[in-house]
């Protein structure tokens, strides 16, 4: 990264690059370990790998092999399902699909008899399907035996074990009677249900035996037929001679483990493995280093590789570590950055998904699956997930209080509240603070709010106000403001005594602001002056103590000098309707 | 591979020494010798330039986003000896709110504190000093002086995570309530300290000095908390050296462990931590940035050299 001068983060994966050179432009790069995890097909595997992982855990170490299954099937889904939108993350889900093919039969699989070579050539078919292809082309030759692969497609079906089409094709060649008698005649382990492997075994050395004197003595028409004739009987020169058609050396090795040791196990594999690569051994890459330490049950290798090679995309090396893990194949044991492998895999695919838009809520579920780190990356993360809107905050909140995450839970809804506020958005500005607990900010945005109402003469948008409960309770000048808007209410539904009793409690607790005193003075007038339109018989709504309560409210803010020069008009007139209520209340009032 | 997404045409008339991106990644803040701070909008690969702070007297050297929970708001350091605060106050207006002037020389570096730790901008000036405001809400500022803090000049400043490394943020923990107050500093006496803030006497102490640079210290950066039983704190020098140092207990102050990430030929800017404190990035005298990345085994590994080439 040349020719820049200073580097900011914007998240885990973005670098920020710029210059201090004259044409001042910033750069913005996408570092190369960040997924694109918006193609279809990335979207998919994230999305589904997420329902078997939770499965996983909940189902804690319990049917690891259907779970594999699981993974499996939905990589595969994801190749076939989905249409070319990209064709580069095909190939790289179908590099997954075969690393976690080959370490599902080697560290997962329940294989009967320890035979590994059924669920090995299935996978050899599925991953290599051009043999059938090439089949269907031929055929539809007139002639088939003058397509171009005619031999070829005989000998890559043979190296699959599609044994009956094979056959189909060897029939038509001179030398097919023989060939096909012989074929025809090889006992397949997938067939050979009822009997015993020995038995198998013994079956099977006879067919072969039997192939190998015919060797000596056959007298064919064509070189081909020797070849395929070599095949059945596993002389290796024959393989390496078609190595082409295998493609890799483990699709070779597989094939000629099936016709020479069809009962193999997995545990003899990586000897047959190591002679197979040495046959390929100009061509070998990364990707075989991988399967090959799958091969010597090294789990730990088979992770750390696929880190490497798959550094631009963790879903492989995360689900890969969890599975192997649930499965007893790979301990716990803490790596020199702190963690065991399992959770460093999990961090780090977690970190991939955190910033994304549409996976923030996943990543924070496998966050939380790293019980060492997991909570403080969880702490890092969740602050920087942008809240563009109410609807992803409370989401983003409700997340955090499924988590436990009280404190950044609380962050998050002061950050929603300061911006409420800047907005002038007051009552969604106090419900977020609520929601913080942040009393400082309740009492705050409490005060704004009646500020606002001596300016303006009015509240707007508090309805909410009038279902907070027992949140009130919080803080004095929040439960002021509640009562003082209740006895709003009772003014409009002309509760006029209730009204004129809730007032002058509020004057007598001090709950308000002292500059909202005077305000509530006022409001006593018009249950003063129009209390000859109330429900009351005498006319009056305010005892002469409750009358005596205001004036000295009014006296003491005159001593304490709350006053303003412009108040004085006003504390005139609440005197006087004071004074003269209290005057009407004596002559009402027993004595 | 690495792939450039976007360009922004910062229309500074001048060197460019800052850039930040706020907490989401939505909006980037630029400052210049031009004197300005600009402040962008930054959608996908969009951007739009939504105000020209103008105010500062002198080249602005660095630019700090204040946490949103205290609002939207960033501060500015200067040539001009003053650090200044601006605050969005309608969508889109940008205002100076504060400015900060008891600097007696150049204000090189400033960074507002972790949001839990509280309101604190620490401000690190070739005056020798270092000041640290603190908000009490309302716009209102107070500020403490460390006098001396590197005779030679402040060159950068780095707050500590709120919460000190090995403890998690579980309220059911006694830790949880533990906020560590705490930030490093690196100057031009070739030396990193550490600056822990007494409750008791109101005062900022140095809690530990680190040794081992030979040349002027150019930037520290202290490394995110995710968990891990160590703290980290990164520094680099002017001639060349990156070193790490650890420390197992805060409490104790024992930087004891130092690592040297690297050695590079020509004097090294700037260091800043991913968010996740994984990668290191390192802006160096000779224009290139390199990214640095302990492996799973312990070891530092620059990981953008393959890209070297393809970035040109």
């Not at chain 1, 962050?411 to 500005?429: E, H, I, K, T, Y």
């Not at chain 2, 591979?1 to 001048?14: D, I, L, R, S």
């Amino acid at each position: 990264m040349d020719n820049y001068s200073g580097a900011s983060w914007i998240n885990e994966n973005k670098l920020m690059l710029y210059n201090s050179s004259p044409e001042n432009e910033i750069d913005f790069r996408v570092e190369s370990w960040e997924t694109n995890l918006d193609s279809l097909i990335n979207k998919y595997i994230v999305f589904e790998g997420h329902s078997v992982f939770s499965e996983i855990q909940i189902s804690n170490g319990n049917d690891v092999q259907s779970h594999s299954h699981a993974h499996r099937s939905l990589l595969r889904a994801a190749i076939q399902e989905l249409g070319p939108d990209n064709e580069d993350d095909k190939k790289l889900v179908a590099l997954y699909e075969l690393v976690w093919s080959f370490c599902e039969v080697l560290f997962i699989e329940h294989l009967p008899g320890g035979c590994v070579l059924p669920y090995l050539m299935e996978l050899m078919q599925w991953h290599f399907p051009q043999p059938v292809e090439t089949l269907n082309d031929v055929l539809s030759f007139e002639e088939p035996m003058e397509h171009p692969k005619f031999w070829d497609c005989i000998v890559s079906l043979l190296f699959q074990g599609q044994i009956n089409e094979a056959l189909a094709l060897l029939k038509i060649t001179p030398d097919g009677g023989e060939l096909c008698s012989f074929l025809e005649k090889m006992p397949l382990l997938n067939n050979f249900s009822g009997h015993s492997l020995s038995e198998f075994k013994i079956s099977w050395s006879m067919w072969q035996e039997n192939c190998k004197q015919n060797l000596e003595s056959a007298n064919f028409v064509l070189d081909q037929s020797v070849d395929i004739l070599e095949i059945l009987c596993g002389t290796l020169d024959a393989f390496i001679k078609y190595k082409d058609l295998a493609q890799t050396w483990y699709h070779l090795m597989t094939s000629y483990l099936l016709y020479t040791m069809p009962t193999v196990t997995v545990v003899t594999l990586h000897h047959q493995a190591k002679e197979m690569m040495g046959i390929y051994k100009d061509y070998l890459n990364p990707l075989d280093e991988i399967l090959f330490s799958a091969m010597e049950f090294d789990a730990h290798s088979v992770l750390t590789q696929c880190i490497t090679q798959f550094k631009n995309n963790w879903w492989l090396s995360a689900h890969l570590a969890d599975i192997l893990y649930h499965a007893k194949q790979l301990d716990d044991t803490e790596l020199q950055y702190g963690c065991s492998l399992r959770e460093y895999t999990l961090l780090h695919y977690a970190s991939e998904l955190i910033f994304h838009e549409d996976f923030w809520s996943i990543g924070m579920d496998y966050f939380m699956e790293c019980k060492k780190l997991g909570k403080s990356y969880i702490e890092t993360a969740v602050p920087r997930i942008p809240l563009e809107n109410q609807n992803k905050a409370l989401r983003v909140w409700s997340a955090c209080e499924k988590h436990g995450l009280v404190s950044v839970g609380s962050n998050m809804c002061r950050v929603m509240s300061s911006a409420a506020n800047q907005a002038d958005q007051l009552g969604l500005a106090l419900i977020w603070s609520l929601q913080a607990k942040d009393l400082v900010s309740v009492t705050k945005i409490s005060e704004t709010i009646l500020d606002n109402y001596i300016e303006t003469g009015g509240f707007s948008n508090l309805d909410f106000l009038d279902q907070l409960g027992n949140n009130k309770l919080l803080s004095n000048r929040l439960m002021f403001l509640g009562k003082y808007r209740e006895f709003h209410n009772m003014i409009k539904t002309h509760q006029r005594n209730k009204a004129a009793d809730l007032l002058v409690s509020l004057v007598e607790s001090n709950l308000g602001p002292p500059r909202f005193q005077i305000t509530l003075l006022l409001d006593s007038l018009p249950l003063i002056n129009d209390a000859d339109k109330s429900e009351d018989d005498n006319g009056v709504v305010m005892d002469s103590r409750q009358s005596h309560v205001l004036l000295k409210a009014l006296e003491d803010m005159q001593i304490k000098k709350l006053l303003k020069e412009s108040d004085m008009q006003k504390v005139e007139t609440i005197r006087l309707a004071l004074v003269t209520n209290l005057a009407s209340s004596f002559l009402n009032e027993p004595w | 591979m690495a792939t450039v997404v976007g360009k922004v045409e910062t229309q500074h008339e001048n060197m460019i020494h800052d850039a930040q991106m706020d907490i989401y990644g939505h909006r980037l803040a630029t400052c210049s010798s031009d004197r300005s701070v600009r402040i962008f909008e930054v959608d996908k690969n969009q951007h739009r330039l939504i105000a020209t702070l103008i105010g500062h007297d002198g080249p602005v050297w660095q630019i700090s986003w204040m946490h949103p929970m205290y609002g939207n708001a960033l501060a500015s350091c200067s040539y001009d000896k003053r650090v200044i605060l601006w605050k969005e106050s309608d969508r889109g207006q940008w205002t100076k709110f504060y400015t900060h002037e008891v600097h007696a020389s150049s204000v090189n570096s400033i960074q507002w504190a972790p949001p839990d730790t509280g309101l604190y901008l620490a401000c690190g000036s070739s005056d020798g000093t270092i000041s640290i405001l603190q908000g009490s809400g309302d716009d209102k500022f107070s500020f403490l002086m460390i006098q001396n803090a590197h005779t030679t000049g402040v060159n950068a400043v780095s707050w500590a995570p709120s919460h000190p490394s090995g403890t998690t943020l579980d309220p059911s923990t006694k830790d949880y309530d533990v906020i560590s107050k705490r930030f490093a500093s690196g100057g031009g006496d070739n030396l990193v300290k550490v600056w822990k803030f007494s409750d008791e006497k109101n005062v900022w102490e140095m809690e530990a000095e680190l040794k081992g640079h030979n040349n002027w210290v150019r930037d520290v950066a202290w490394a995110p908390d995710t968990g891990f039983t160590t703290s980290t704190i990164a520094s680099c020098c002017q001639d060349g050296k990156v070193f790490i140092w650890q420390c197992k207990d805060l409490d104790k102050a024992n930087w004891d462990i130092k690592r040297t990430m690297h050695t590079f030929d020509d004097v090294v800017w700037h260091l800043s931590w991913s968010v996740m404190g994984d990668i290191l990035a390192v802006s160096g005298g000779d224009n290139k940035i390199t990214l640095w990345k302990e492996s799973h085994k312990g070891a530092w590994i620059c990981i953008s050299k393959q890209d070297t080439n393809k970035t040109n």
